[in-house]
């Protein structure tokens, strides 16, 4: 089909001793093969077809506007094709529900995708962790009886550092995948690195008394999907050694972490591996165009037959019937083809004419084989 359709600008019958038939393309042979067959056709049929088929039609339109997206992308890192699939699913279905709202207006970047901020950014990782799926504060885990205010939530801290690196308050496409990929490839180390520095807010190398808090209550609402008896021992233990502190740099910090079994299986895979990218199975459904699907395959078909001459013995037995269904046609114009053609009633009879005409020379050329092949009969006889 999609050969077909490449070649609708294709003179039919180039070397035709007969001057209009050599302006003749296939697309005028397909539009008169559909006014004369596809007659009966209502434009309630036409809308019939569309509602029964909208969904998987805007299902492939998404598909294949996705699919392109992942193709525009500068890096795709590691990330299977099902995974790059299903995590701009997500982005665009939190998209959809959620229009960002603080974008400023003279970003300079050109992103790869349509920009969200940070409230958009919330709802596109509900989808991959489930930590962040509900109250998106601290205040939603058990604290530890502290009177210093409650920290940023990691979940910002997460976006700031880690997702927005230019810290123009937006993210594209690419910079989701690449934080997605930061987050899944962590280890032990580079877990413990990223949590110190996303609690480090004066960026001095050091964690004072109120980072660790932040730290802790971070950890806490992290882990606030377990079994509270393990975690809550485990953090307030690394709290209390944090507070006997002046100050932390990365080193003591790791060490602490690393002390405590629990808290050291969880920096080795506990935060990379509570993303995920499976949550649904992304499945290509091929989309079925059930009726509608039959009528362009039969209007392709009857082109088909006119391009290459063999609808000359059906076009000469409905000669009458096809002249009644010309004088039927209304004129229609804006159909354009290729090289700008404009079909419309009155070209419609003139390429009648014209294709009549050629089969006029067929009924010759067809004469001609079937005297030959009765003066063989009579040899044979």
């Not at 559909?34 to 339109?61: C, D, M, N, P, W």
């Not at 937006?170 to 990929?181: H, N, P």
């Not at 004066?202 to 004072?208: I, M, R, S």
Request: aromatic share 10%.
């Amino acid at each position: 089909m999609k050969t077909y359709f490449s070649s609708l600008g294709e003179i039919v019958k180039s070397e035709s001793p007969n001057a209009p038939l050599r302006t003749l393309t296939k697309f005028n042979q397909l539009m008169l093969t559909a006014y004369r067959e596809f007659q009966t056709v209502s434009h309630e049929q036409i809308i019939t077809y569309r509602k029964s088929h909208q969904l998987s039609v805007i299902h492939g339109l998404s598909l294949y506007a996705h699919k392109s997206l992942i193709r525009n992308l500068t890096y795709s890192y590691k990330f299977t094709k099902d995974e790059l699939l299903y995590i701009c699913t997500t982005y665009f279905n939190a998209l959809f529900y959620n229009k960002p709202t603080s974008l400023a207006a003279d970003l300079p970047k050109a992103p790869i995708g349509p920009l969200i901020d940070y409230p958009v950014f919330r709802k596109v990782f509900q989808g991959f962790a489930k930590w962040a799926d509900d109250d998106l504060t601290p205040a939603s885990a058990p604290t530890l009886n502290t009177s210093a205010p409650l920290p940023t939530p990691f979940l910002k801290r997460l976006y700031d550092h880690v997702f927005d690196r230019n810290h123009d308050g937006a993210i594209d496409f690419q910079d989701l995948v690449t934080g997605l990929y930061t987050l899944k490839t962590l280890d032990t180390l580079t877990s413990v690195d990223l949590i110190f520095r996303l609690h480090d807010t004066d960026g001095d190398g050091k964690l004072g008394h109120e980072d660790m808090i932040a730290v802790s209550e971070s950890l806490l609402w992290l882990l606030r999907r377990g079994d509270p008896d393990t975690y809550l021992a485990a953090v307030g233990g690394l709290l209390h050694r944090g507070v006997g502190e002046e100050s932390l740099g990365v080193g003591i910090f790791s060490e602490m972490v690393l002390g405590d079994p629990f808290l050291e299986q969880w920096f080795a895979t506990g935060l990379a591996g509570s993303v995920k990218l499976d949550g649904v199975q992304v499945v290509e459904e091929k989309v079925e165009f059930g009726g509608a699907k039959e009528m362009v395959d039969g209007l392709v078909k009857e082109g088909w037959k006119w391009a290459k001459g063999v609808g000359g013995k059906r076009g000469r037995r409905a000669s009458v019937a096809k002249i009644e269904r010309r004088a039927s046609l209304k004129p229609v114009e804006g159909v354009v083809g290729p090289g700008g053609v404009i079909v419309i009633g009155e070209v419609i009879e003139e390429m009648d004419e014209v294709v009549e005409g050629e089969e006029a020379e067929d009924d010759g050329e067809d004469d001609d084989e079937d005297e030959d092949e009765d003066e063989e009969d009579d040899e044979d006889q």
